[in-house]
């Protein structure tokens, strides 16, 4: 038998929710912002996320995050000796 029960508003975590919105959020910049300049992952992580976080949200590898936001702070120390 298929249990049919469906989460009621109270059963879903507030984490959840916040991820879900970020989530959300995320993919409508991705999807409009694509000369802005600024990597999504970055921001995030200027916000206090955590690799793994921002893997999650945005569906990527947690290694792969790591090297962006390195390579994007280095960039950007970078242009700031300039």
Known sequence: MINKERET???VSVEDL???LVTLEVDRRESTNK???VKTELLLSNAGLGASQ???IMGKNPNA???M???SKTVKRAKGKD
Request: no cysteine; glycine share 6%; proline share 6%.
């Open 18 to 20: 916040l991820l879900a």
């Open 69 to 71: 936001i390195a390579r």
């Open 9 to 11: 508003p109270q059963s």
């Open 35 to 37: 000369e802005s300049g």
């Open 54 to 56: 921002i893997a999650k």
């Open 65 to 67: 995050v790591r090297m």
